[in-house]
């Protein structure tokens, strides 16, 4: 069973920098895609940043210039890191993997558990 691991959220002022890591394990997966998805309170997720296996990456506008998301294919993990945070920022960080798996190896997403950020006003 697919599962996906993140950590590196938290507390940090605004101005400041935090890294959020993903690491996908479980069974046998070819990797089409990672990246993150923030939800704020009472609002639908959204994408932050996402990277295909071709190395294309993808930002939301709000965080352009300021967090740079990075993969390592041999660990199966991605990162994100955030910098110049704001208040606007916080919210709760999912990680999300477009895999194959088998037996059809049909394209699937998957979700991690979250990780809340937060930067004070």
């Known amino acids: 069973q697919v599962e996906l691991v993140e950590s590196g959220g938290g507390l940090v002022q605004a101005g400041g920098s935090l890294r959020l890591s993903c690491a996908a394990s479980?069974?046998?997966?070819?990797?089409?895609?990672m990246g993150w998805y923030r939800q704020h309170p009472g609002k639908q997720r959204e994408l932050v940043a996402i990277v295909t296996t071709g190395g294309t990456t993808t930002y939301s506008d709000s965080v352009k210039g300021r967090f740079v998301i990075s993969r390592d294919d041999a660990k199966k993990t991605v990162d994100l890191q955030m910098s110049s945070l704001k208040p606007e920022d916080t919210g709760v960080y999912y990680c999300?993997?477009?895999?194959?798996?088998?037996?059809?190896?049909?394209?699937?997403?998957?979700w991690g558990q979250g990780t809340q950020v937060t930067v004070p006003s």
């Open positions: 479980g069974g046998l997966f070819s990797i089409n895609a």
């Open positions: 999300k993997a477009v895999l194959r798996t088998p037996p059809a190896f049909t394209i699937q997403d998957f």
